[in-house]
């Protein structure tokens, strides 16, 4: 069996966000493999997908894990999925995938991109947790539930300098919403090329710091383009390896667009 580590949302090597791809002969093997295969891996998310019959309402079959858990949704390791099999050949235009999130579509570009259509996150303003300033290291000025898809608490701070220059203590965000934090903001100059910045920190699933995120792009995607007026933004997400995200709002579903690039190659012995 070939295994893949591939680098999503971005156009580079060392860029990104890291997910390793499986692709899988027949059935979904034993849980508590797919979970040592993750944990080995040791990467965000690693992606197993498995081929299904032709004629259904999708092509394959597709399912994420961290180093510690199974999750709901998860869009870089969807666009690498997407990636290796249009790279391989092993399937040719747009691919749907069947997931824990319902049917998720990956539709690649003449320009090597690939657009993901995902299920707009419902944002539910909040009040802003009592010790969460303490916990991230900033003040937010709002805050707002992502809902059970996304399973995040989405808070706006003052500027994109406070969300560049987070410290935040991991432990103490778990307390706060079933996987962690999103910490946005405008961006300060849209000249660069992003409309708004994120940093996401996921201590519930074993991620301290998650590099670029897609399932939380289809909460901001809905936040920011209502303060700012467009449905077609670009997000910059500013962990130490950044990527950029181009996200169109298209009412209960969020268009999410990058590129990928398939980094390491080998073969899977156990």
């Given at each position: 069996m070939r295994i893949r580590i591939v680098d999503a949302f971005t156009d580079r090597p060392f860029a990104g966000n890291p997910a390793g791809v499986l692709l899988l002969d027949d059935v979904f093997p034993d849980d508590d493999w797919l979970q040592n295969i993750a944990m080995e891996v040791n990467h965000a998310e690693t992606a197993f997908a498995r081929r299904l019959p032709e004629g259904g309402e999708a092509d394959w079959a597709l399912r994420w894990f961290t180093p510690v858990a199974e999750v709901d949704m998860c869009g870089h390791?969807?666009?690498?999925?997407?990636?290796?099999?249009?790279?391989?050949?092993?399937?040719?235009?747009?691919?749907?995938?069947?997931?824990?999130?319902?049917?998720?579509?990956?539709?690649?570009?003449?320009?090597?991109?690939?657009?993901?259509?995902?299920?707009?996150?419902?944002?539910?303003?909040?009040?802003?947790?009592?010790?969460?300033?303490?916990?991230?290291?900033?003040?937010?000025?709002?805050?707002?539930?992502?809902?059970?898809?996304?399973?995040?608490?989405?808070?706006?701070?003052?500027?994109?300098?406070?969300?560049?220059?987070?410290?935040?203590?991991?432990?103490?965000?778990?307390?706060?919403?079933?996987?962690?934090?999103?910490?946005?903001?405008?961006?300060?100059?849209?000249?660069?090329?992003?409309?708004?910045?994120?940093?996401?920190?996921?201590?519930?699933?074993?991620?301290?710091?998650?590099?670029?995120?897609?399932?939380?792009?289809?909460a901001l995607a809905p936040h920011w383009s209502a303060r700012l007026g467009r449905d077609d933004l670009t997000g910059l997400q500013a962990s130490r390896r950044t990527g950029l995200v181009r996200t169109g709002l298209r009412g209960e579903r969020t268009l999410l667009t990058g590129r990928a690039v398939t980094v390491i190659e080998g073969e899977l012995h156990a």
């Amino acid at each position: 069996m070939r295994i893949r580590i591939v680098d999503a949302f971005t156009d580079r090597p060392f860029a990104g966000n890291p997910a390793g791809v499986l692709l899988l002969d027949d059935v979904f093997p034993d849980d508590d493999w797919l979970q040592n295969i993750a944990m080995e891996v040791n990467h965000a998310e690693t992606a197993f997908a498995r081929r299904l019959p032709e004629g259904g309402e999708a092509d394959w079959a597709l399912r994420w894990f961290t180093p510690v858990a199974e999750v709901d949704m998860c869009g870089h390791a969807t666009l690498a999925t997407a990636h290796v099999l249009h790279t391989t050949g092993a399937h040719e235009g747009q691919v749907r995938f069947t997931t824990r999130s319902g049917v998720l579509i990956a539709t690649p570009a003449p320009d090597g991109s690939i657009t993901l259509d995902f299920p707009t996150a419902p944002l539910t303003p909040a009040e802003i947790p009592a010790g969460v300033a303490e916990a991230l290291g900033a003040q937010p000025v709002a805050a707002f539930d992502t809902g059970p898809n996304v399973g995040d608490l989405l808070v706006e701070l003052a500027d994109e300098k406070t969300v560049l220059g987070l410290a935040p203590d991991h432990k103490a965000l778990g307390a706060y919403s079933s996987r962690g934090i999103i910490a946005t903001a405008r961006a300060d100059d849209p000249s660069r090329g992003y409309d708004f910045v994120s940093r996401c920190f996921f201590p519930n699933v074993g991620i301290d710091e998650d590099p670029v995120t897609g399932s939380a792009h289809t909460a901001l995607a809905p936040h920011w383009s209502a303060r700012l007026g467009r449905d077609d933004l670009t997000g910059l997400q500013a962990s130490r390896r950044t990527g950029l995200v181009r996200t169109g709002l298209r009412g209960e579903r969020t268009l999410l667009t990058g590129r990928a690039v398939t980094v390491i190659e080998g073969e899977l012995h156990a």
